[in-house]
């Protein structure tokens, strides 16, 4: 209970300090639909199903409030089980000693605090995967449960309705599930409720794969390839970098490396595989557990990584569900470590390091400041302001903020030309004396250029990745 409290602790300090980003607001808006917008069917065929369970939970849960600390929650409780699920896993796995070390691992981690203070769906993608994985070794483990081989199932096709990538973790379960059927034929006699979950879960899952076909082809994925491309080999030597001491890191490559280090230390001991006792085989001398481990960590990655080249996907965020299994491998390394001082030593180092961290994430601010630009043009926009937006899905996040009566003119950042923006443009300004723009998620600045022909800049400000500008028109001459 005390690290359940400890990552309780660590992830609601300062939780709505800040205001919501981007997509913090799309999920907001998403679940304040009609929820049966949000099932998986539709009039005409079915609909893209990746992410519904978390806005279809979000909805019900907004009943609750809609502030910042309310809405994210929800994460926080979906961070703090995924520490419960990696506990009771890593204590099947390698006793209650490496099962308290992984725990804490996973609490403190700042990447899997960041994310599990996000109104987003990546860390309940996480629990859901880890709480089949679980469920899965538990039925293989345990001669009286059978009631695991249901929750297996269910739990891995919530992941995949909550997101694609917890798939991949599912995929890794079942590869050590493979290798414990080869290499003891004990375990051959459950191959066949194994066999059914599987089938069950494909089943469920018959929506969510229209759903993703569908997204390819409608090429969601550009984006992706814009903005990160075909990942190097440096992008996956970082991931673990990330999950010990998370993105925003300290500028003294000492105050990184130096923590970093304790903690590849004890993940390259919990690597190290055990060795063989007595009469009994490696496999049942611990060789199986250790092999869930280490595929638990190399298959998804490796999967993501390789298939990446062909088609970008590997994106940081997305990797959420997977780096529980860092703290798994780094927990049964710390306690395999016998003698005290070393095993305290190391993680005192990595703790001093997280600390670092941890510091930068509740200090300093970080996110899209909406709420602060929304308070500016409450402040200095007439009620039936005129207000350009560029890129026009940024129309979601300014919505939830600023609630005056005003005229939103979304111009997506693609219209760069004359012959796009006149139509957009003209009509507008040729009307209105003042009108403003709002610029965020975009690199163009074609529309401020193009709204110079018509007035000047009387007034600007920024806002953390969000630019306000407010114009006054010159008579309408070009």
């Known amino acids: 209970m005390g690290l359940l409290a400890l990552a309780f602790l660590l992830r609601v300090v300062m939780l709505g300090a800040e205001s919501l980003w981007f997509d913090e607001a799309y999920s907001v808006a998403f679940s304040s639909a009609d ?10 065929g079915f609909a893209f199903t990746d992410k519904n369970v978390y806005h279809v939970i979000l909805h019900f849960w907004l009943a609750l409030g809609r502030t910042e600390f309310v809405i994210r929650l929800l994460s926080v409780l979906f961070g703090v089980a995924t520490v419960a699920a990696i506990i009771a896993l890593a204590r099947r796995l390698f006793g209650w000693r490496a099962a308290t070390w992984a725990g804490a691992l996973i609490a403190v981690s700042p990447f899997h605090i960041w994310y599990s203070r996000e109104a987003r769906m990546y860390v309940l993608a996480g629990l859901f995967a880890w709480l089949a994985v679980w469920a899965l070794v538990e039925a293989l483990s345990a001669n009286r449960a059978r009631w695991a081989w249901a929750v297996y199932a269910i739990c891995a096709a919530l992941g995949l309705y909550t997101h694609s990538f917890a798939a991949f973790v599912v995929v890794a379960v079942n590869v050590w599930a493979v290798l414990a059927f080869i290499a003891d034929s004990q ?10 979950a599987n089938a069950a879960i494909v ?26 491309g075909a990942p190097g080999l440096s992008q996956l030597l970082h991931l673990p970098v990330d999950f010990a001491l998370g993105t925003i890191r300290p500028g003294s490559d000492w105050l990184v490396w130096i923590p970093f280090a304790a903690f590849a ?4 001991w919990g690597l190290v595989p055990p060795r063989r006792e007595g009469e009994r ?12 481990s280490v595929i638990l960590v190399a298959v998804p990655l490796l999967t993501v990584f390789v298939l990446a080249q062909f088609r970008p996907m590997f994106v940081p965020r997305y990797m959420v569900p997977f780096v529980p299994a860092f703290a798994l491998v780094a927990g049964r ?18 703790l001093a390091g997280v600390a670092i961290a941890l510091a930068l994430v509740y200090l300093f ?17 007439q009620p039936g302001a005129v207000i350009f937006l560029v890129d026009e899905d940024i129309r979601v996040p300014l919505e939830f903020y600023y609630h005056q009566p005003a005229e939103l003119h979304p111009v997506w950042r693609g219209h760069t030309s004359d012959q796009d923006l006149l139509p957009k443009v003209e009509p507008v300004v040729e009307r209105a004396e003042d009108f403003w723009l709002v610029s965020s998620h975009t690199s163009s600045d074609a529309l401020e250029q193009f709204l110079l022909r018509y007035a000047d800049v009387v007034e600007s400000a920024e806002f953390r990745d969000i630019e306000v500008l407010r114009f006054h028109t010159r008579g309408g001459s070009k």
């Open 281 to 292: 085989g490696w496999w049942q001398s611990g060789g199986s557990e250790w092999a869930c």
């Open 187 to 196: 375990k051959r006699r459950l191959l066949i409720p194994w066999a059914v």
């Open 265 to 268: 230390a004890a993940f390259a």
């Open 35 to 44: 929820l049966s917008l949000l099932n998986f069917l539709r009039p005409g």
């Open 203 to 228: 089943a469920l899952a018959i929506p969510w794969i229209i759903g993703i076909t569908q997204q390819q082809g409608q090429g969601w994925w550009v984006w992706i390839e814009q903005k990160y």
């Open 333 to 350: 390394g710390l306690g395999r470590i016998r003698r005290s001082a070393p095993r305290w030593g190391l993680a005192a180092i990595y």
């Open 365 to 381: 601010p970080h996110k899209e400041d909406w709420r602060g630009a929304a308070a500016f043009l409450t402040r200095q926009a």
